[in-house]
């Protein structure tokens, strides 16, 4: 290094755990909606059939059994795509690219997570979440933005 540069810093502790668990987050989110939505779709169309909903007749009368089960299949089928998000963000977050991805990685790790009741992807969003706010690893995001390498970055020409 030369004399009077200044030392690149490295990132906080945890940091490569946190992106790695919002990207576990994200495919135990993928694999668990798709699940769900299998086990809809069978119970509500193999297994019986979508008035069978209605058995007990509690439903509104204008609501169709039908339009209600294609809705919940497309509510468990739209939170399984929506885990891509924390693995394209938990990635992005790991690699110092696009931080705006990272935090929305982040978000939606700790809101998707929530509706399966899964402590996965609340712990790690909220750890990397806290992590991205702070400002060295914003001014590494920036860094690797203007094609700076990490000192710590595997991928870089040394």
Do not use: H
């Not at 509690?58 to 339009?67: H, Y």
């Not at 924390?86 to 696009?98: D, E, K, S």
């Not at 978000?107 to 609340?122: D, E, K, R, S």
């Amino acid at each position: 290094m030369a004399e009077g540069a200044e030392e690149p810093e490295r990132m906080p502790g945890g940091y490569g755990w946190a992106c790695g668990g919002v990207v576990a987050a994200g495919v135990v989110q993928v694999v668990a909606g798709a699940l769900m939505t299998a086990l809809m779709f069978w119970g509500l169309y193999v297994e019986g059939s979508p008035a069978d909903l209605n058995r007990d007749g509690e439903l509104p009368p204008e609501i169709p059994p039908e339009a209600l089960s294609a809705w919940m299949i497309a509510l468990f089928g739209g939170t399984s795509l929506g885990g891509i998000v924390p693995i394209l963000g938990g990635l992005a977050a790991y690699r110092r690219r696009r931080y705006v991805l990272a935090v929305l990685g982040a978000i939606f790790a700790v809101g998707l997570q929530a509706l399966y009741l899964c402590p996965i992807g609340p712990v790690f969003g909220v750890w990397l979440l806290l992590l991205l706010l702070r400002a060295e690893v914003r001014d590494a995001f920036e860094d690797a933005s203007r094609g700076v390498p990490a000192e710590d970055d595997p991928r870089a020409w040394r």
